[in-house]
């Protein structure tokens, strides 16, 4: 039992070039979701999924899209990465909604954007 | 906006003090409060769970709290450990999840 897996740990892009971040959770998981935090502002949500082939936007959406194909698995997408996108990325994942249920987090991902 | 906030932003104890750590928040309607802890380079691992309805909850050495309405927590640790050392942030659940930017324990030995 992996948990939550993030894939790459560490990447370092060009300004303009595209990326994939992928998630990945083996507890049959319905929630999932996509976190980035930065020094000094916590951690920001910045898109999230209810369920297989569902997604929807979080508090930091703008220049990342996400797609949940499978239900174990979370992608986060920079199609063209901005130095502002520098920062450590997580991904989560919860058997139930906010109302109920804790997350389980991934280790992470450090993003610098040159 | 929800906004939350840990107060101190960091702490140094010695090995065996009892300490609290602040969390308050501006929106009252939640669906739960959680504390996490994040040892460097890592990534959050859930301690406690108050659901709204909730006033406190206990797991071991930990104990956290939970005023609804006066938008505050605290996480109480008793006997303080080394192992102890991380930074513990505490986020609420409402309309979406939103994090305190933690605080940064150091347990001296």
């Known amino acids: 039992n992996a948990g939550v897996t993030q894939t790459p740990k560490f990447r370092v892009l060009k300004t303009g070039q595209s990326m994939t971040l992928l998630c990945a959770q083996d507890m049959n998981h319905e929630y999932m979701y996509w976190y980035r935090q930065d020094p000094g502002m916590g951690l920001r949500l910045i898109h999230y999924?209810?369920?297989?082939?569902?997604?929807a936007k979080g508090e930091v959406p703008d220049g990342y899209n996400v797609s949940r194909l499978k239900k174990q698995n979370f992608l986060l997408g920079l199609e063209s990465a901005a130095p502002s996108q520098t920062s450590v990325y997580f991904c989560?994942?919860?058997?139930?909604?906010?109302?109920?249920?804790?997350?389980?987090f991934g280790p992470g991902t450090r993003l610098t954007v040159l | 906006k929800q906004e939350v906030t840990q107060i101190p932003a960091a702490l140094s104890v010695p090995e065996g003090e009892n300490l609290v750590l602040n969390c308050s928040f501006t929106d009252s309607a939640i669906y739960n409060l959680q504390w996490f802890r994040q040892d460097p380079g890592k990534g959050l691992t859930s301690l406690l769970l108050?659901?709204?309805?909730?006033r406190e909850q206990t797991s071991g050495r930990l104990n956290a709290s939970l005023d609804k309405s006066s938008g505050r927590s605290t996480l109480y640790i008793a006997a303080s450990q080394p192992g102890d050392s991380a930074t513990y942030l505490c986020?609420?659940?409402?309309?979406?999840?939103?994090f305190g930017t933690g605080t940064s324990l150091t347990v001296i030995p």
């Open positions: 989560a994942s919860s058997y139930g909604g906010r109302e109920v249920d804790t997350q389980y």
């Open positions: 999924s209810v369920g297989e082939g569902t997604t």
């Open positions: 986020a609420v659940s409402g309309n979406q999840f939103y």
């Open positions: 108050i659901q709204s309805s909730q």
